[in-house]
């Protein structure tokens, strides 16, 4: 069951698995009192966004709509809104909704949450089951628990990509202490999420070597 009544939403969908993405009119919800209305200014693609539209993983809700890496500008906020105003350039990752109460989302992992909806192609539970709609659209609306801010001077459309291949590589490289000048980074393979690593193994001055598939290793910094 769709949830209708919010705002109108021109998206790209995948209408099928044959890849191709055409024109979808749909309606985002009807804004809560927690929610951020974005209008979408950026939204990058992943090969995640790949395996879905093509139903790879056999889970396509079609019409799919992806992308799960947006940047946008805050149009509207909900009355119990704290951290959000209009005209504030936010993101949205890989994931808008989780319980709220269990022990991953009480720890800030709400990504380890059962309950957890995907921002694409995600159930949304407590809205009778219907697909998420990802960020190939001209508005979106997300709790403000899983909207980001943006800092000022970052360019917004560079800062798409952080909010997938950026975090998955920037959040254990942190978590392992491979953050500090003079360690050793090694990373396997230079796609979407190795050339962002190697962008951050520069920039906390790492000696970063990169092992390319099928090619020989080559040092980049340090
Ligand atoms: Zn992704
Ligand atoms: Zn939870």
């Known amino acids: 069951m769709e949830e209708q009544g919010g705002a109108a939403a021109l998206g790209w969908a995948a209408r099928d698995a044959t890849g191709v993405l055409s024109p979808y009119n749909f309606s985002r919800r009807v804004p809560r009192d927690d929610d951020v209305t974005i209008k979408v200014l950026y939204c990058g693609i992943c090969h ?3 395996h879905i539209i093509k139903n790879y993983w056999g889970n396509a809700m079609y019409p799919v709509v992806p992308g799960h ?12 809104v704290t951290r959000f105003k209009p005209g504030d350039t936010v993101g949205v990752g890989y994931f808008v909704g989780s319980c709220r109460s269990c022990e991953s989302c009480g ?6 949450c ?5 921002t694409s192609n995600g159930v949304e539970r407590a809205r009778g089951g219907a697909a998420s709609k ?5 508005v979106i609306v997300v709790s403000e628990h899983y909207v980001l801010r943006v800092p000022d001077g970052l360019p917004p459309d560079r800062t798409a990509p952080l909010l997938c291949p950026g975090v ?5 490289m942190v978590g392992h202490g491979l953050n ?3 360690k050793h980074l090694g990373i396997v393979g230079l796609g979407g999420l190795g050339h962002v690593a190697v962008k951050f193994g520069k ?17 980049v910094g340090g």
């Open 134 to 138: 990802g960020g190939f659209s001209d």
């Open 180 to 182: 500090e000048p003079g």
């Open 203 to 219: 920039a906390f001055r790492m000696k970063v070597t990169v092992k390319a598939i099928g090619c020989s290793s080559f040092r």
């Open 168 to 172: 998955t590589v920037y959040s254990p």
């Open 107 to 112: 720890k800030g992992n709400e990504n380890y």
């Open 114 to 118: 059962t309950g957890v909806v995907l």
């Open 69 to 80: 890496e947006i940047v946008g500008v805050v149009t509207g906020v909900g009355g119990g």
């Open 48 to 50: 995640t966004d790949l």
